[in-house]
């Protein structure tokens, strides 16, 4: 229940942040939340590609985070 929790709160935050860095605003809670969750799934797809292992909460953040910035780079140029 806690590690699902704390899941959640990774994927929101990794949304938000995302957003800000490539656009400069939030795009909303549920938003955000689909993206990180979209973004933790693409950046571990990366990292496993590069032999990369993300350990804890924050190198699980990163990892979501650059999975989600690549999910929002693909949706710009699909635009």
Do not use: E, H, R
């Not at 496993?48 to 949706?75: H, K």
């Amino acid at each position: 229940m806690l590690t699902t929790v704390i899941g959640l709160l990774t994927g929101i935050l990794a949304g938000f942040i995302a957003s800000k860095l490539q656009s400069g605003s939030g795009k909303g809670l549920l938003i955000n939340l689909f993206l990180g969750v979209i973004g933790s799934v693409v950046g571990g797809w990366v990292y496993n590609l590069l032999g990369l292992t993300a350990n804890g909460f924050l190198g699980t953040l990163v990892c979501a985070v650059i999975g989600a910035l690549i999910v929002l780079w693909v949706v710009s140029k699909i635009k």
